[in-house]
Nanobody, 115 residues
Framework: QVQLVESGGGLVQPGGSLRLSCAASRSIYSINAMGWYRQAPGKERELVAVMTSGDNTNYAESVKGRFTISRDNARNTVYLRMNSLKPEDTAVYYC?????????WGQGTQVTVSS
């Protein structure tokens, strides 16, 4: 099993930046893929960014050029750097891990972009 704990959400003005962190309970070397999803009120959960164990990355079109996913293997942590935030980025952001073909989710962290 994998436990995931997110942090770093909050309230930010449009154009601002935030960095989300996701700490995993096991070595992320052993995890097939880790990523970030988000869910806005009244909408379905959507993929934001994902990174495979081979360091391949994929981003939603809406965040390309603004968001960057990265990881620190020594800390078993994956990050999501979010720049040039827009009100439409407001959502609960969830960390996801795929381990032995099973998905695991964090509890979510709220990101609110508002002036």
């Amino acid at each position: 099993q994998v436990q995931l704990v997110e942090s770093g959400g909050g309230l930010v003005q449009p154009g601002g930046s935030l960095r989300l962190s996701c700490a995993a309970s096991r070595s992320i070397y052993s995890i097939n893929a880790m990523g970030w999803y988000r869910q806005a009120p009244g909408k379905e959960r959507e993929l934001v960014a994902v990174m495979t164990s081979g360091d391949n990355t994929n981003y939603a079109e809406s965040v390309k050029g603004r968001f960057t996913i990265s990881r620190d293997n020594a800390r078993n942590t994956v990050y999501l750097r979010m720049n040039s935030l827009k009100p439409e980025d407001t959502a609960v952001y969830y960390c996801n891990a795929v381990y032995l073909d099973r998905p695991y989710w964090g509890q979510g962290t709220q990101v609110t972009v508002s002036s």
